[in-house]
């Protein structure tokens, strides 16, 4: 069992930053691929960006490739998302997940989820 908790959101002007935090609980944080989903209003949730168990490997979607990185610390059970030049259409509820197998953008291949935290993007 993981629990995965998120922080760091917050409301931004666009063009800003803003670095998202997810904390695991347990002992296995490195033994999990880690990822970054979200959800605007209205829509499905979405892909954002992955990471491999080490870090060695990560994946983004198109539309946060360039603006966003994603970073783990196996030490501290802790996964980030940077995420530069923010633009309104960025404004979702994040979420982070846990997935033992490497299926970087299948939402169905993650077990464990957060509650998410909120991002807004002001123009």
């Known amino acids: 069992q993981v629990q995965l908790v998120e922080s760091g959101g917050g409301l931004v002007q666009a063009g800003g930053s803003l670095r998202l935090s997810c904390a695991a609980s347990?002992?296995?944080?490195?033994?999990?691929?880690m990822g970054w989903f979200r959800q605007a209003p209205g829509k499905v949730r979405e892909f954002a960006a992955a990471i491999s168990w080490s870090g060695g490997r990560t994946y983004y979607s198109d539309i946060v490739k360039d603006r966003f990185t994603i970073s783990r610390d196996n030490a501290r059970n802790t996964l980030y998302l940077q995420m530069n030049s923010l633009k309104p259409e960025d404004t979702a509820v994040y979420y982070c997940?846990?997935?033992?197998?490497?299926?970087?953008?299948?939402?169905?291949?993650?077990?464990?989820w957060g509650q998410g935290t909120q991002v807004t993007v002001s123009s």
């Open positions: 347990g002992r296995t944080f490195s033994s999990y691929v």
């Open positions: 997940a846990a997935a033992r197998s490497l299926n970087p953008t299948l939402q169905s291949a993650y077990d464990y």
